[in-house]
Nanobody, 122 residues
Framework: QLQASGGGLVQTGDSLRLSCAAS????????MGWFRQAPGKERTFVAA????????RYTDSVKGRFTISNDNVKNTVYLQMNRLKPEDTAVYYC?????????????????WGQGTQVTVSS
C-alpha cells in the first residue's frame, strides 16, 4: 500500500514536500514515481526514481524545481517541490513499479497511492 501526504494550499513561489509511505513489501524492490492530474486533464508524469535510487527523471516543466528522493529505511519516497507555480496545481499521485528501469508511462506502474491535492494560488 502507498500513502501519499503533504499536499496543501500555497502561494506562487512557495515550497512543499510530498511524502509517499510504502508498506507491505520490500521498498527496495520498486522504482517509484510521481504523477499529477489537473482538473479536466489526463494524469501526467512528474518524476521517477529507480529502485537503487541512483537514477532519477523529471518532466521538463519541473526540472530544476522538483527533486525526488527515497529513504529505504523509512520506506518513503519524497517529492520536494520548490518555486511552485499555479500550473503545478493538481492531485499528485505516487506509484510503484517492479520495472528495473525508470518509466514515464503510468501503465508501467503496478501500485498507486490515493493522491494528495496541491493548490498553488497566484
Amino acid at each position: 500500500q502507498l500513502q501519499a501526504s503533504g499536499g496543501g494550499l500555497v502561494q506562487t513561489g512557495d515550497s512543499l514536500r510530498l511524502s509517499c509511505a510504502a508498506s507491505g513489501r520490500t521498498f527496495r524492490s520498486y522504482g517509484m514515481g510521481w504523477f499529477r492530474q489537473a482538473p479536466g486533464k489526463e494524469r501526467t508524469f512528474v518524476a521517477a526514481i529507480s529502485r537503487s535510487g541512483v537514477s532519477t527523471r523529471y518532466t521538463d516543466s519541473v526540472k530544476g524545481r522538483f527533486t525526488i528522493s527515497n529513504d529505504n529505511v523509512k520506506n518513503t519516497v519524497y517529492l520536494q517541490m520548490n518555486r511552485l507555480k499555479p500550473e503545478d496545481t493538481a492531485v499528485y499521485y505516487c506509484a510503484a513499479t517492479t520495472n528495473l528501469y525508470i518509466s514515464e508511462s503510468s501503465g508501467a506502474y503496478d501500485y498507486w497511492g490515493q493522491g494528495t491535492q496541491v493548490t498553488v494560488s497566484s
